[in-house]
């Protein structure tokens, strides 16, 4: 199961996803996982490690954000097949042809056991529809599809715990760290890491949002809590101490990756994922620190990432290639 959930009002845009993956006990290759019975789901599951969750919101192109929830293979072939019939990469912008080019697709080609949400740019805002139950609803302010349970469990977090918080942009985020924590502490289908795309109202774009989480960490991280968490482990998912460092590309080639300040990382890039033709895995890079994860992303697949890190205690800019380039002459 899933949870994502987008909002767009007015100046306001987010997308919030999990990665997590559940699959039935009963699936074939199941004997090198562990089980567990699902409260949500009322089902046996098989516990899936963190990194080998799936991204499930798919920039594939900075002006289209695809998010799904429900047969992660479907919806795969369904993304795939749109970017291979569309080239939606190499459009600039949408004009309002291609605008009902793209609805009749997803209305016409989501499968039944898909919900599908698109985030536009169109006449330089942010469009969000969503496809659920087969059924295409357009021009829409907030959507979420997946896992209606724990999206109460998020309405509590928005509605009571952060209600204070004037920006509503911080006011979703928190909500969604706080739902995935509660959710990662209890085995349910939704967690594991955290995407979010944004919008740049200046260059009219989506992007995936930077950020620095820190879980039971030593002082000073000034405005981090501990919480309980997943680790990063390719074997457990028992709670722990980790850092998860989301450090971003640029903004007209959407990619992003997640260093975990061990021996590895995470490289999400939307169009190289679809192109390997087997899964929307995240690809992990062995590296030895966060300045060599940047470095070897760089040097594979030509992106260059930058955003936050933690390194000997502190939190440390990593800096984007045109600034490294100003501060050497």
């Known amino acids: 199961m899933s949870l994502i959930i987008a909002r767009n009002t007015q100046s306001d845009f987010i997308i919030s996803s999990d990665t997590k993956i559940s699959v039935a006990a009963n699936s074939p290759n199941n004997e090198k996982q562990t089980t567990y019975f699902n409260k949500n789901s009322q089902r046996l599951e098989m516990r899936i490690p963190p990194i080998e969750g799936c991204l499930k919101s798919v920039l594939v192109s900075p ?13 795969r072939i369904l993304i795939k097949n749109f970017v291979a019939i569309t080239k939606i990469q190499y459009l600039d912008a949408i004009t309002e042809e291609q605008l009902k080019c793209i609805e009749s697709f997803f209305e016409t080609n989501t499968p039944e056991n898909v919900d599908i949400i698109l985030a536009i740019s169109f006449n ?15 021009q829409i302010q907030v959507s979420h599809i997946g896992d209606e349970s724990v999206f109460s469990d998020f309405q509590y977090f928005f509605n009571e715990t952060h209600k204070s918080q004037e920006n ?42 930077q950020k620095f989480k820190g879980y039971d960490l030593f002082n000073p991280i000034v405005g981090f809590i501990a919480n309980e968490a997943q680790t990063t482990s390719e074997e457990t998912t028992i709670n722990g101490k980790h850092i998860e460092s989301y450090l971003i590309s640029d903004t007209f080639e959407p990619a992003f990756g997640i260093y975990f300040g061990t021996t590895f990382g995470l490289f999400y890039h939307p169009i190289k994922m679809l192109e390997r033709n087997d899964s929307l895995q995240g690809i992990k890079i062995n590296c030895s620190n966060i300045d060599d994860f940047i470095q070897k992303v760089f040097d594979e697949y030509d992106i260059w990432l930058y955003g936050l890190g933690f390194e000997n205690g502190m939190l440390v800019e990593k800096l984007t290639r045109g600034q490294i380039s100003r501060n050497k002459k």
């Open 63 to 75: 002006i289209v954000c695809i998010c799904y929830a429900g047969d992660v293979e479907n919806a």
């Open 124 to 138: 330089k805002l942010p469009v969000l529809h969503e496809i659920k139950s087969g059924k295409l609803n357009k």
């Open 168 to 209: 509503l942009l911080l006011r979703h985020s928190f909500s969604f760290d706080d739902m995935i924590a509660q959710q990662s502490s209890i085995n349910s289908s939704v967690g594991d890491f955290v995407v979010e795309v944004l919008f740049n109202s200046e260059h009219s774009m989506f992007y995936y949002n």
